[in-house]
């Protein structure tokens, strides 16, 4: 038996939610668990007994023992060669990192350049409130982007590296939607599809799909051109009228925040079509219920 093997048989069994978040309630244990993943960072990984206590700052060895024992098992494991984190060990110490639990963090209304994509005018400004990150028009009231942001995020980034860091973030998180997994628990992400006419109660804001979890009730609505940019046509179209997508923020396209551009065409087989108009010009994209882009074409 490998040793991968005689871990997963002799694992520790499953902990109440309020076990486990029991386990890390003493600032010695999350000093370990930050200990550690500093040394998978940078240091000696599986980190031996003394390196992880020096690195903990724990000066009394008994105390370090018996809290690196109590994590032992749940939120990390003990192999031939020293400790490591198991991933819920990982997780815990990367959300602390992040702000997750408990930083807060607030700026603006502060300008940020670019044109509004609904009325044209270079008035647009970014927001961070509560947790959630938004960017609107000054000019014309319209919010383009309003998702939740961990305030780790901010901190140690200046202003238009977090606006970077937040385009990449809002993309990623929809891909893994589009692929059924949920960005928040990575439980099972499945799509509906608005029928024709979208019913306003359920289908807000003229969206024509919503992303729902099975497991935490996550739900996103997304617009349909969100899921445009990583398709090849329509990153050469764009290039093409000198406006790379990897280079504009999503938020710059108004077929990323609005679905006015999209008109559903079928019901069975689901199909949508999407306007991309740049310099005069407009590219179409057939969506399927997939929401993956079957055609496109210059119109």
């Known amino acids: 038996m490998d040793s991968d093997e005689a871990d997963r048989r002799e694992g520790p069994s499953d902990l109440s939610p309020a076990e486990a978040f029991a386990l890390v309630g003493h600032e010695h ?137 937040f385009d990449r973030y809002v993309r990623t998180q929809m891909e893994l939607a589009r692929n059924g997994v949920c960005p928040g628990c990575f439980g099972v992400m499945e799509v509906r599809t608005a029928a024709g006419e979208a019913d306003e109660s359920d289908f807000p804001n003229g969206r024509v799909a919503i992303y729902d979890c099975q497991r935490c009730g996550n739900r996103l609505y997304p617009p349909l051109g969100l899921f445009l940019l990583g398709d090849e046509r329509v990153r050469q179209f764009l290039w093409d009228h000198g406006r790379p997508p990897s280079e504009t923020p999503f938020w710059a396209f108004e077929f990323c925040v609005s679905d006015e551009a999209v008109a559903v065409e079928e019901t069975d087989p689901w199909q949508a079509r999407v306007e991309v108009t740049a310099d005069g010009e407009t590219l179409v994209a057939t969506v399927d219920e997939a929401l993956q882009v079957t055609s496109a074409t210059v119109e």
């Open 29 to 165: 244990r999350v000093a370990i668990l930050r200990a550690l993943l500093a040394e998978s960072r940078d240091g000696e990984y599986p980190a031996s007994f003394a390196r992880l206590r020096e690195r903990a700052g724990i000066e009394v060895s008994a105390q370090f023992s018996y809290h690196l024992d109590e994590l032992t098992g749940h939120f990390v494991r003990q192999t031939d060669e020293g400790y490591e984190l198991r991933y819920a060990g990982w997780e815990i110490a990367t959300s602390i990192l992040a702000g997750t639990y408990n930083e807060r963090a607030e700026f603006g209304p502060t300008p940020i350049s670019g044109d509004c994509p609904e009325c044209g005018a270079a008035d647009l400004q970014a927001a961070y409130r509560e947790e959630w990150f938004s960017i609107r028009c000054a000019a014309c009231g319209s919010r383009h982007i309003r998702y939740p942001l961990p305030p780790g995020a901010i901190g140690p980034r200046s202003l238009d590296e977090v606006l970077s860091a």
